[in-house]
């Protein structure tokens, strides 16, 4: 089993910059591909980012893209999000989620067997 902790979370004005992290135990980050996924109030969860267990290839949603790096830090069975150029748009409850397989399509939830508690990010206009 692996746990997963988000971090970074808060309320930032448009154009700002916040910075997500995910801290995992159990396990180490060797066996997993790792994604970001967040859910507005009313809105079905979306992928945001993904990046393969190496932490050699990373993906993004088009709205993101250009704004959002996500990073790894397996020496720490860590992850990032970096958001830049923040819109009220982005604003949501952001999951960090592993992948122990590799499966599925990364944008898709299907294949995350384990998710963080969620972090709220609200971005002001």
């Known amino acids: 089993q692996v746990q997963l902790v988000e971090s970074g979370g808060g309320l930032v004005q448009a154009g700002g910059s916040l910075r997500l992290s995910c801290a995992a135990s159990?396990?180490?980050?060797?066996?997993?591909?790792m994604g970001w996924f967040r859910q507005a109030p009313g809105k079905e969860r979306e992928f945001v980012a993904a990046i393969t267990r190496s932490g050699g290839s990373t993906l993004y949603a088009d709205s993101v893209k250009g704004r959002f790096t996500m990073s790894k830090d397996s020496a720490k069975n860590t992850v990032c999000l970096q958001m830049n150029s923040l819109k009220p748009e982005d604003t949501a409850v952001y999951y960090c989620?592993?992948?122990?397989?590799?499966?599925?399509?990364?944008?898709?939830?299907?294949?995350?067997?384990?998710w963080g508690q969620g972090a709220q990010v609200t971005v002001s206009s």
């Open positions: 989620a592993a992948d122990p397989r590799g499966v599925y399509s990364r944008r898709s939830p299907l294949g995350y067997d384990y």
């Open positions: 159990g396990r180490t980050f060797s066996s997993y591909h």
